[in-house]
T-cell receptor, first 109, second 114 residues
Framework: QQPVQSPQAVILREGEDAVINCSSS?????VHWYRQKHGEAPVFLMI?????EQKGHDKISASFNEKKQQSSLYLTASQLSYSGTYFC??????????FGKGTRLSVIA | KAGVTQTPRYLIKTRGQQVTLSCSPI?????VSWYQQTPGQGLQFLFE???????NKGNFPGRFSGRQFSNSRSEMNVSTLELGDSALYLC?????????????FGQGTRLTVV
């Protein structure tokens, strides 16, 4: 079952922060975050495992609330290079990795 | 090391025809997953192969099929094409499973059905 992402789209000015949310109706084992820039393949950002701590990747970090079956991706002090579509992927244990519909992030100068 | 290679990059087919897409994973990777990407629907899971066996299948009609060879290369086939099959088809390569580790995506095959 496809996880639900919000917001669907967001526009930021350079230096602003953003949060992208991902929720599932199923118990989750892990949450994965990918970014896809226009015309390119999705690229891995990070995995959050059940029982694991919050992850970070430069100024991009994420959290995973197992009880609520939710994850959030935090983008701090956004840069033009952060523009793209962000996908969360969820795994409920011995299931395929299924992705949400994506959140389109546009960072403008 | 070489990335994930998908061929062809672009295809135009007529309704009713069939098509075969190919994916060569990163050397040493044994898992290949296929996704359909359309505007507004995100990445829809098609199927996953590991060591020549289909491990998972998404909610797509039987017209969509796939296979994996002993060298881990994978193909997917769509028969009796419909206009709605127009999409970007992406394959993802993983060591064992995309659910456990980082998956590497290919550039995709853009299929247009007319």
């Amino acid at each position: 079952q496809q996880p639900v992402q919000s917001p669907q789209a967001v526009i930021l000015r350079e230096g602003e922060d953003a949060v992208i949310n991902c929720s599932s109706s199923k118990a989750l084992y892990s949450v994965h975050w990918y970014r896809q820039k226009h015309g390119e393949a999705p690229v891995f950002l990070m995995i959050l495992l059940k029982g694991g701590e919050q992850k970070g990747h430069d100024k991009i970090s994420a959290s995973f609330n197992e009880k609520k079956q939710q994850s959030s991706l935090y983008l701090t002090a956004s840069q033009l290079s952060y523009s793209g579509t962000y996908f969360c992927g969820t795994d409920s244990g011995n299931t395929p990795l299924v992705f949400g519909k994506g959140t389109r992030l546009s960072v403008i100068a | 090391k070489a990335g994930v290679t998908q061929t062809p990059r672009y295809l135009i087919k007529t309704r009713g025809q069939q098509v075969t897409l190919s994916c060569s994973p990163i050397s040493g990777h044994r898992s290949v997953s296929w996704y359909q990407q359309t505007p507004g629907q995100g990445l829809q899971f098609l199927f996953e192969y590991f060591s020549e066996t289909q491990r998972n299948k998404g909610n797509f009609p039987g017209r969509f099929s796939g296979r994996q060879f002993s060298n881990s290369r994978s193909e997917m086939n769509v028969s009796t094409l419909e206009l709605g099959d127009s999409a970007l088809y992406l394959c993802a390569s993983s060591l064992v499973s995309p659910s456990d580790t980082e998956a590497f995506f290919g550039q995709g095959t853009r299929l247009t059905v007319v």
